[in-house]
């Protein structure tokens, strides 16, 4: 009886330590996927967050494009470039969401539009980021403060026009 009951526990056990081990190699093969992904996050010049960055980008791009199309009657310049930028510091030392340059030409102005994307860690977050930076293009050259009435005109006619729907 001492025996049988010795041989279903070693039984047991074996079958317990199997299953312990695929499960044991599932753990860590998905363990390893959340440290070498939590690797490459943590590493500024590694592939992957380069790559992550780059679509991040290219969807920003596209971005522009549809709110130029749907809130500014497509008449902000087309060949607006958006780029992720880290460590934007505006005059007086602080650190910036986006900045917005704009620079004459024949056909009228190119502008760059810079997202710091550890300032907008949320793809929605550069999304109002960018919208924001839309309103700087559009009223760009208008003087005074770049953040007074025009500029609040701005932001309120594209909550008027929904273009925070999925942002806020
Ligand atoms: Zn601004």
Not at 36 to 51: F, H, L, N, R, W
Not at 56 to 83: M, S, W
Request: with cysteine; hydrophobic share 40%; charged share 25%.
């Amino acid at each position: 009886m001492t025996k049988d009951r010795t041989l279903i526990l070693i039984l047991f056990g074996a079958l317990v330590t199997v299953g312990g081990v695929c499960v044991h190699q599932d753990t860590t093969i998905t363990k390893q996927r959340v440290l070498i992904k939590k690797m490459y996050q943590d590493c500024p010049a590694s592939p992957v967050e380069k790559s992550a960055d780059k679509k991040l980008e290219e969807d920003l791009n596209r971005e522009y494009a549809q709110n130029n199309k749907n809130f500014f009657d497509d008449r902000l310049p087309k060949d607006t470039l958006v780029v992720l930028k880290k460590n934007l510091i505006g005059k007086n030392g602080d650190k910036l969401l986006g900045s917005t340059l704009c620079i004459p030409n024949q056909t009228g102005m190119h502008c760059t539009i810079w997202l710091d994307p550890d300032m907008n860690p949320a793809e929605v977050t550069a999304s109002l980021s960018l919208l924001h930076e839309q309103c700087h293009v559009r009223l760009w050259g208008n003087p005074g403060d770049p953040h007074g009435a025009s500029f609040q005109a701005c932001m309120l006619s594209l909550a008027l026009h929904d273009a925070f729907r999925d942002i806020w």
